[in-house]
């Protein structure tokens, strides 16, 4: 743990800013982001060092015990961060899914894309075992993609757990937190609409308009949301800190071929298909299509795919030539 002045907290909260922003981002990871502004593995450290007795000494009021033996400045400047960039990025993505939805998932797509590309060339395949589990993956992956997609659900148990698995994305560099809520069908409820009520409502309150505006049911999601999260980064740091350092291999390989069988779920060409179930029309499946590129709208949407796939793939060359300096540097 390092001791920082004012300007080195100030710092620290822009670095946090883009971290949170990052993981609001699929196919980018905010470990990744940590990893290239020089404070993932304090942050590693400091998260796994989070347990009951920390939460004890909150309720208690022992700040000097969190800072001492928690890291607790630290720890409070990355939260304020993430939690800052949750507000802004909501607002920046839901301007542009009203925009053109299209667009945005083709932009995620060839960032997800890009992000596979990155995982193989750094994973080689070396022998049956590594084939066997990318199998797994893919196999696991593609009966998801064919099968009834996973639809928004606001079950508060179901919201919990996605809160913990959306944390694996700061703690693992190169998985996003924010692809596999893309997965579990609730990355626009939780990462979008969730949000924006938060804010809409302190403006309510601010403004002291009509209470019953406040949509009181997306509060209560985003609060299991966010308890879900705190849990999974205490639970879930140690837990994958241990698989990766144990079995980093193994996992990759899982991931590619997981990713790889689930590309076909985030195809951004498609249209849901209404069947009548009881009398109750309801949004089944989707059909998927090809672009048309006689069409604007597809050749905009192409463009959205390869301006995801260049930034992921410049954000890793940095990655890798920032990497290549500090080993120098180390060297001599």
Same mark, same amino acid.
């Given at each position: 743990? =390092?001791?920082?002045?004012? =300007?080195?907290?100030?710092?620290? $909260?822009?670095?946090?800013? #883009?971290?949170?922003?990052?993981?609001?981002?699929?196919?980018?990871?905010?470990?990744?982001?940590? #990893?290239?502004?020089?404070?993932?593995?304090?942050?590693?450290?400091?998260?796994?060092?989070?347990?009951?007795?920390? %939460?004890?000494?909150?309720?208690?009021?022992?700040?000097?015990?969190?800072?001492? @033996?928690?890291?607790?400045?630290?720890?409070?400047?990355?939260?304020?961060?993430?939690?800052?960039?949750?507000?802004?990025?909501?607002?920046?993505?839901?301007? /542009?899914?009203? %925009?053109?939805?299209?667009?945005?998932?083709? /932009?995620?797509?060839?960032?997800? %894309?890009?992000?596979?590309?990155?995982?193989?060339? =750094?994973?080689?395949?070396?022998?049956?075992? *590594?084939?066997?589990?990318? &199998?797994?993956?893919? !196999?696991?992956?593609?009966?998801?993609?064919?099968?009834?997609?996973?639809?928004?659900?606001?079950?508060?148990? $179901? +919201? $919990?757990?996605?809160?913990?698995?959306?944390? &694996?994305?700061?703690?693992?560099?190169?998985?996003?937190?924010? $692809? #596999?809520?893309?997965?579990?069908?609730?990355?626009?409820?939780?990462?979008?609409?969730?949000? *924006?009520?938060?804010? @809409?409502?302190?403006?309510?309150?601010?403004?002291?308009?009509?209470?019953?505006?406040? *949509?009181?049911?997306?509060?209560? %999601?985003?609060?299991?949301? !966010?308890?879900?999260?705190?849990?999974?980064?205490?639970?879930?740091?140690?837990?994958?800190?241990?698989?990766?350092?144990?079995?980093?291999?193994?996992?990759?390989?899982?991931?590619?071929?997981?990713?790889?069988?689930?590309?076909?779920?985030?195809?951004?060409?498609?249209?849901?298909?209404?069947?009548?179930?009881?009398?109750?029309?309801?949004?089944?499946?989707?059909?998927?299509?090809?672009?048309?590129?006689? =069409?604007?709208?597809?050749?905009?949407?192409?463009? &959205?795919?390869?301006?995801?796939?260049?930034? +992921?793939?410049?954000?890793?060359?940095?990655?890798?030539?920032?990497?290549?300096?500090?080993?120098?540097? @180390?060297?001599?």
């Amino acid at each position: 743990m =390092q001791k920082r002045n004012k =300007q080195d907290l100030l710092i620290l $909260f822009f670095k946090s800013v #883009l971290m949170g922003t990052a993981n609001k981002l699929p196919g980018i990871s905010g470990g990744l982001v940590a #990893l290239i502004t020089g404070f993932y593995h304090e942050m590693v450290i400091t998260f796994k060092s989070l347990n009951i007795k920390t %939460i004890k000494a909150l309720l208690r009021g022992n700040f000097k015990k969190i800072e001492k @033996e928690y890291n607790g400045l630290f720890l409070v400047i990355v939260l304020l961060g993430i939690i800052v960039s949750y507000f802004t990025t909501s607002k920046i993505l839901d301007f /542009f899914f009203k %925009i053109s939805e299209l667009n945005v998932w083709s /932009f995620f797509f060839g960032m997800i %894309i890009a992000s596979l590309f990155i995982l193989i060339n =750094q994973n080689k395949v070396n022998n049956k075992k *590594d084939i066997i589990y990318l &199998c797994i993956g893919f !196999s696991i992956g593609f009966i998801l993609s064919i099968s009834d997609p996973i639809s928004e659900n606001q079950n508060l148990l $179901f +919201v $919990f757990f996605c809160g913990m698995i959306s944390i &694996c994305g700061m703690i693992i560099p190169g998985i996003s937190g924010s $692809f #596999l809520l893309i997965l579990l069908g609730n990355y626009k409820l939780l990462l979008v609409d969730s949000v *924006d009520a938060l804010i @809409e409502s302190v403006w309510i309150i601010t403004n002291m308009d009509n209470f019953n505006d406040i *949509d009181f049911n997306l509060i209560r %999601i985003l609060i299991v949301f !966010s308890l879900g999260s705190v849990f999974g980064l205490i639970l879930l740091s140690n837990i994958l800190s241990w698989l990766i350092n144990n079995y980093e291999n193994t996992v990759n390989q899982l991931i590619i071929g997981f990713v790889s069988g689930s590309l076909l779920m985030i195809w951004p060409w498609k249209k849901s298909y209404i069947e009548e179930f009881n009398n109750l029309e309801i949004s089944n499946n989707y059909l998927r299509y090809l672009p048309d590129l006689s =069409q604007t709208k597809d050749i905009i949407a192409l463009a &959205c795919v390869i301006s995801g796939l260049v930034i +992921v793939l410049y954000v890793e060359k940095y990655v890798s030539r920032k990497k290549n300096i500090w080993t120098y540097r @180390e060297k001599n």
